[in-house]
């Protein structure tokens, strides 16, 4: 299993942008379909958007256009760049990895601990 570490969440004003990270460890890295998930208080957690190993992104309706979700296999690192952010998009924000590396498989094993993102009105 890889292991996941997330940073860069913040409070924000609706509008704003931030950009968060997620580091993972081991040389498999790269095979791996990477997401970000997102749970806000008193609702179920949702998947926000997904890459595969080759570089295919999936987003959910509500942040296309927004959010842009990408990956640098030589930093090991995932990222989710967040523009024109609103109130409802605030979440504990999660990453996971699904080593099928597939865009639609869903096998998320592997869960970072969550970084917290707050957009005020």
């Known amino acids: 299993q890889v292991q996941l570490v997330e940073s860069g969440g913040g409070l924000v004003q609706a509008g704003g942008s931030l950009r968060l990270s997620c580091a993972a460890s081991?040389?498999?890295?790269?095979?791996?379909?990477m997401g970000w998930f997102r749970q806000a208080p008193g609702k179920e957690r949702e998947l926000v958007a997904v890459?595969?190993?080759?570089?295919?992104?999936y987003y959910r309706d509500s942040v296309k256009g927004r959010f842009t979700i990408s990956r640098d296999n030589a930093k090991n690192t995932l990222y989710l760049q967040m523009n024109s952010l609103k109130p409802e998009d605030t979440a504990v924000y999660y990453c996971?990895?699904?080593?099928?590396?597939?865009?639609?498989?869903?096998?998320?094993?592997?869960w970072g601990q969550g970084t917290q993102v707050t957009v005020s009105s």
């Open positions: 081991g040389r498999t890295f790269r095979s791996y379909a």
């Open positions: 996971a990895a699904d080593p099928t590396g597939t865009l639609y498989a869903g096998n998320f094993g592997s």
């Open positions: 890459i595969s190993s080759g570089g295919s992104t």
